[in-house]
């Protein structure tokens, strides 16, 4: 969604295809891709992958509408925030979605609406088990994890509100630091357990505001005493 987002920021025409989990990784070796990782860009006849190579590549590649501020002191500031909101945030709402899942697997049909997999919805959310298992895995969702997630989630927010407050994030021209952060809180908000709570929140209007269409749904899942630091 980042990706999409900030080559729609560019005003650059694309086109889409979406990997299944896990299988992208061979899929990525096989089109020439260096890394396993999405998302993964070919553009002007290079190959980039990730949402931090792919913003510096859009702004060389296309300057106008830039998604680094020119000022060094805030280009620097926003810098830490876009490494944060990859390394520090983007981990939790994922390992909290292939957890949901694996508990309420038909809540994948959410996210799959509007997928470009090549293979029939249906089709996917029924044989979608074996995929979540191994995603489960590969990010370590086990219930420690998700609970320490869980417990970490309320100062991750006040940080993205700090940032909010000084200018770092919501500019009125978004920065690779927003297209970064919002895109995680977004898919926060499609859990009914965190909603009304971070709904509250600056960040979340900063989210809606940015990423307006979000597709998944996951309905009540954790376990009350997880979440009672939340409210």
Request: proline share 7%; net charge neutral.
């Given at each position: 969604?980042?990706?999409?987002?900030?080559l729609?920021?560019?005003?650059?025409?694309?086109?889409?295809?979406?990997?299944?989990?896990?299988?992208?990784?061979?899929?990525?070796?096989?089109?020439?891709?260096?890394?396993t990782?999405v998302?993964?860009?070919?553009?002007?006849?290079?190959?980039?992958?990730?949402?931090?190579r792919?913003?510096?590549?859009?702004?060389?590649?296309?300057?106008?509408?830039?998604?680094?501020?020119e000022?060094?002191?805030?280009?620097?500031?926003?810098?830490?925030?876009?490494?944060?909101?990859?390394?520090?945030?983007?981990?939790?709402?994922?390992?909290?979605?292939?957890?949901a899942?694996?508990?309420?697997?038909?809540?994948?049909?959410?996210?799959?609406?509007?997928?470009?997999?090549?293979?029939?919805?249906?089709?996917?959310?029924?044989?979608?088990?074996?995929?979540?298992?191994a995603?489960?895995r590969?990010?370590?969702?086990?219930?420690?994890?998700?609970?320490?997630?869980?417990?970490?989630?309320?100062?991750?927010?006040?940080q993205?509100?700090?940032?909010?407050?000084?200018?770092?994030?919501?500019?009125?021209?978004?920065?690779?630091?927003?297209?970064?952060?919002?895109?995680?809180?977004?898919?926060?908000?499609c859990?009914?357990?965190?909603?009304?709570?971070?709904?509250?929140?600056?960040?979340?209007?900063?989210?809606?505001?940015?990423?307006?269409?979000?597709?998944?749904?996951?309905?009540?899942?954790?376990?009350?005493?997880?979440?009672?630091?939340?409210r």
């Amino acid at each position: 969604m980042a990706g999409r987002l900030m080559l729609e920021h560019k005003g650059i025409a694309y086109h889409r295809v979406d990997l299944i989990p896990g299988l992208h990784k061979p899929i990525l070796r096989v089109l020439g891709f260096k890394d396993t990782t999405v998302p993964a860009l070919r553009i002007d006849g290079r190959r980039i992958q990730g949402t931090l190579r792919i913003s510096r590549a859009l702004d060389e590649l296309c300057p106008d509408l830039p998604l680094f501020l020119e000022d060094e002191a805030a280009r620097a500031a926003v810098e830490e925030a876009e490494r944060w909101g990859e390394a520090q945030l983007q981990p939790v709402p994922r390992r909290l979605t292939w957890w949901a899942v694996r508990r309420n697997p038909p809540a994948t049909r959410g996210f799959l609406e509007g997928a470009r997999l090549h293979v029939p919805l249906g089709l996917a959310v029924r044989t979608a088990g074996p995929i979540i298992w191994a995603e489960v895995r590969i990010n370590r969702a086990t219930d420690v994890a998700v609970q320490a997630d869980l417990a970490a989630l309320p100062a991750m927010l006040d940080q993205v509100d700090v940032w909010l407050n000084e200018g770092v994030l919501g500019r009125q021209t978004p920065t690779a630091a927003d297209y970064q952060i919002a895109t995680s809180v977004r898919l926060l908000l499609c859990f009914e357990d965190l909603r009304e709570t971070i709904g509250l929140r600056p960040a979340a209007k900063f989210a809606r505001t940015l990423v307006s269409d979000f597709p998944g749904e996951v309905p009540a899942v954790f376990p009350e005493a997880w979440i009672a630091g939340l409210r």
